[in-house]
C-alpha cells in the first residue's frame, strides 16, 4: 500500500474538457511534485509546492495549474489540453534529507501514477 | 545545471547472474544525494537505495548495492542474484544542496532478466 494516492488512475479526456489529478499523501512530508513521464523522455518536473518554495518548469503549458490547498493534498487542473498532453502523471511527495541536515535520505515517495489520455 | 545520464537504454541478464547498471551525473553542488528508482510495468517508481556525496561507504540495500565514484561521477547500480521480478525501468536521480526539493532523473534503462 502506497503512502501517495492518486486518483484517477486512468483518464480519458477530450480537448475541450476540464478535469483534475489528485494526489494525497498521509506521510507527514513537507514537499509535494507534479512530474511527468512520456515515452523515451526523462521524468519532467512539473511542479514542486513546499513550505519553503514553489517551484515551476517554466516549460509546462498555463493549460496545467497546480494547486495545493495544504501540505497532504495536491491536485493538477487541466483544461483544453492537446494530445501530445498523453503521459503518465507522477505524484511524489518528500521530506527533508541528510542534505538539509535530516536523518533520512529524504528520497522521493511515489504514487502509482494517474494515466491520462487526450483524444 | 544538473544533469543525469544513463547511456544504456535496455540492458538484458539471465536469472541469478549480476548486472550493472550505469549512471553518471554533473553537478556543481557541494553535496548532494544519489537515489536509485525501479518502475515495474504497473508505473510505480519504486525507491531501491541511496548514496550521499559524503558518505565514506558505498550504499548497500540487500541485493542492490551501488558503486560510487565520486572522482568519476558516476553511480552505478549493482543488482546480484538476478531475479525475474527485476525485469523493470530503472532510474537515476539526483539531489543537490543548492537545489532544494528538486530531483534530477535519467533517461532510465530497460532491464529484462532472462530465465
Known amino acids: 500500500e502506497t503512502g501517495v494516492t492518486q486518483t484517477p488512475r486512468h483518464l480519458v479526456m477530450g480537448m475541450t474538457n476540464k478535469k483534475s489529478l489528485k494526489c494525497e499523501q498521509h506521510l507527514g512530508h513537507n514537499a509535494m511534485y507534479w512530474y511527468k513521464q512520456s515515452a523515451k523522455k526523462p521524468l519532467e518536473l512539473m511542479f514542486v509546492?513546499?513550505?519553503?518554495?514553489?517551484?515551476e518548469n517554466n516549460s509546462v503549458p498555463s493549460r496545467f495549474s497546480p494547486e495545493c490547498p495544504n501540505s497532504s493534498h495536491l491536485f493538477l487542473h487541466l483544461h483544453t489540453l492537446q494530445p501530445e498532453d498523453s503521459a503518465l502523471y507522477l505524484c511524489?511527495?518528500?521530506?527533508?534529507?541528510?542534505?538539509?541536515?535530516?536523518?533520512?535520505?529524504?528520497?522521493?515517495?511515489f504514487g502509482e501514477g494517474s494515466r491520462l489520455t487526450v483524444l | 545545471a544538473q544533469k543525469i545520464t544513463q547511456t544504456q537504454p535496455g540492458m538484458f541478464v539471465q536469472e541469478k547472474e549480476a548486472v550493472t547498471l550505469d549512471c553518471t551525473y554533473d553537478t556543481s553542488d557541494p553535496s548532494y544525494g544519489l537515489f536509485w528508482y525501479k518502475q515495474p510495468s504497473s508505473g510505480e517508481m519504486i525507491f531501491l537505495i541511496y548514496q550521499g556525496s559524503y558518505d565514506q561507504q558505498n550504499a548497500t540495500e540487500g541485493r542492490y548495492s551501488l558503486n560510487f565514484q565520486k572522482a568519476r561521477k558516476s553511480a552505478n547500480l549493482v543488482i546480484s542474484a538476478s531475479q525475474l521480478g527485476d525485469s523493470a525501468m530503472y532510474f537515476c536521480?539526483?539531489?543537490?544542496?543548492?537545489?532544494?526539493?528538486?530531483?534530477?532523473f535519467g533517461t532510465g534503462t530497460s532491464l529484462t532478466v532472462i530465465p
Open positions: 511524489a511527495s518528500s521530506r527533508p534529507g541528510r542534505l538539509a541536515g535530516g536523518p533520512n535520505t529524504g528520497e522521493l515517495f
Open positions: 536521480a539526483m539531489r543537490g544542496s543548492n537545489t532544494g526539493n528538486q530531483f534530477y
Open positions: 509546492y513546499s513550505l519553503e518554495e514553489r517551484v
